[in-house]
């Protein structure tokens, strides 16, 4: 290490003095079998010392050196944007486990993944655009039974009446009735990632399933400049939705939906349910409201 490295140079009682930083290579074993990643994942070169973020019992958020996130994470969809997915939990804990011994320690740690993205099969997370006859109404039903009480919450937010409201005003090009509405919407809501964000990455992907571009592209476009407005994670998740990239859980949902199998609707509703408290079935709320509009728009063409 060079002394360019050590950072910044203060002046004390006139002299110039350099912060001693030690790094140490975090604990990182041999690529897990099965792992995936985003393909549109920063490039090997970009993941070789990464900083940790929050480490949790089933994931880790990491950052590169330019700040950009690097979810890893576990379960059968649980791959989000620029992450890496570990389909087996009980591989994942004890790595876990190490880089939690590292957050807040006098060591900097610096995490290698290289070989891990060199082993991960890369996916693709994005939704493609279906003909809205493909959703059809049992499909539908079947996806709002699942749907949780959207009633108002502390605050006065609204998940279903907010999306459908989002929904609208996107498809019908109202812009700044659109603007002041996502303005109000993100960052809405406690956690991680506020219930408002989930809400909108809900919008935009039932956008995109049903190929109405030039809504998702309002939608994202009023989006991009409230970012700073919300959390890390949320900013990640909410610029990826803007681009068209999603989670996993997701993407499956909107699968199941233009399956020809209910019970596939219920499947893909409850893994998405599984991810945070309420995140993901604020995700599938904003995702119906957007299928839903779709819904009536063919009606009135009719």
Known sequence: MSDHDLGPTRTLSGRCWQPYV???????????PGLRRDRALTGRADVDALSIVY??????????????????????????????GVPDRVALAPVLARW???????????????????????VELRILAVDGAGITAAQFAELERGLPDSSLRAGGFGPGERAEELTRLAREAHTGELGACVAATVGAGMGTTPAGDDV??????????LGFEGAHKRLGAAVAPLLSCTT?????????AATGRYTEGLIGLAAALVSTSAPAVRTALALLGQWGASSGLD?????????????LVRAGAR
């Open 22 to 32: 030690s790094v140490v290579l975090a604990y990182c074993p041999d690529p897990p």
């Open 55 to 84: 480490v949790g019992q089933a994931a880790a958020v990491l950052a590169t050196r330019s700040g950009t996130l690097v979810p890893v994470t576990t379960g059968p969809a649980g791959l989000v944007p620029g992450g890496i």
């Open 100 to 122: 939690s011994e590292l957050v807040g320690g006098t060591l900097a740690a610096a995490i290698d993944l290289r070989a891990w993205h060199a082993a991960a099969a890369a």
């Open 200 to 209: 909108i990455c809900g919008v935009l992907a039932g956008l995109d399933l």
């Open 232 to 240: 890390r994670s949320s900013r990640h998740l909410l610029a990826a």
């Open 283 to 295: 995700q599938a709320t904003g995702f119906a409201a957007a299928i839903r509009a779709g819904a």
